[in-house]
């Protein structure tokens, strides 16, 4: 069975009432929502680390409008087919987010009929503790993927969904033969996006497939054309990308002379196995 582990010790936290404590006795509180902070302060690169509170609510609004739907359901769907036949599939969504996707996930294994063990993990605590307000069932933590407090071959399955790539410690959780599950913007996604953000737009670079200590089974494509019939939408898909953190004021302004946008989306699902 999976569990959290002491980010301190190492050793496996159990619930004392609304707490995680460890056999040393260092105890965590868990939030109003049930996530808990196991980020410990040397692992802090900013005094709010991850996502902020109004980047997350964004990305949230954004998402529950249903733009991304196709990726979810076709991620989700992949992930049940790939744990087919295991009846308590132990999953981890590495850098989780708000838990949109965590939360298709996990409805596609119930709808399967599995009993999964759902962990997820960010780094952002504002994103933790929303993801198990969405995710009931789910056990989630502000966590780093690169120092995850979880036990070395630990999950059936492991997704990333736009997150940072952590190898070594999501091939260290992994079961042996266990699968990895990663989505990635495609080469076009977001262009008409670009187009009005930028004079020279740029196409998203996809790298190699391969990857250090894992088989390369298959990749599924997922694309289409979404329109945003408001500045609001608008402006919620930039803070949910890496141009809002790269952006200046002219970029800013471009943006918010749009009163409606259609943009292509479009996305990769690449699948391995420890």
Not at 35 to 41: D, G
Not at 83 to 105: K, R
Not at 112 to 131: H, L, N, Q, R, V
Not at 201 to 213: F, H, I, S, T
């Amino acid at each position: 069975m999976a569990q959290w582990l002491c980010p301190l010790c190492g050793e496996a936290l159990s619930p004392v009432g609304n707490s995680l404590r460890c056999p040393a006795g260092h105890t965590y509180d868990r939030g109003r929502s049930g996530y808990v902070n196991l980020l410990l302060v040397n692992e802090k690169r900013a005094k709010v680390p991850g996502d902020n509170k109004l980047m997350v609510n964004a990305r949230r609004d954004f998402l529950d409008r249903g733009y991304y739907a196709p990726l979810a359901e076709a991620f989700a769907h992949a992930a049940a087919e790939y744990l087919a036949g295991i009846p308590a599939p132990a999953v981890l969504d590495a850098g989780c987010g708000e838990g949109y996707y965590t939360a298709a996930i996990l409805g596609a294994l119930r709808q399967a009929g599995c009993t999964p063990e759902m962990f997820a993990a960010d780094i952002s605590k504002y994103a933790a503790d929303k993801c198990a307000r969405r995710c009931k069932g789910a056990e989630c933590a502000a966590a780093s993927v690169f120092r995850l407090p979880l036990a070395d071959g630990s999950f059936d399955l492991v997704s990333c969904l736009f997150a940072p790539y952590a190898g070594e410690e999501y091939r260290r959780v992994l079961k042996p033969g266990g699968i990895f599950l990663m989505a990635i913007p495609g080469e076009n996604h977001l262009w008409e996006l670009k187009e009005a953000l930028y004079d020279e737009p740029y196409r998203n670079e996809v790298k190699d497939y391969a990857l250090e200590g894992f088989t390369f089974l298959e990749k599924q494509t997922v694309e289409g054309r979404i329109f945003l019939p408001c500045p609001a939408d608008i402006q919620n898909l930039f803070r949910m990308t890496p141009y809002y953190y790269k952006s200046g004021v002219e970029t800013g302004a471009r943006l918010a002379a749009l009163e409606t946008l259609e943009t292509q989306i479009s996305f990769e699902i690449l699948a391995y196995r420890k």
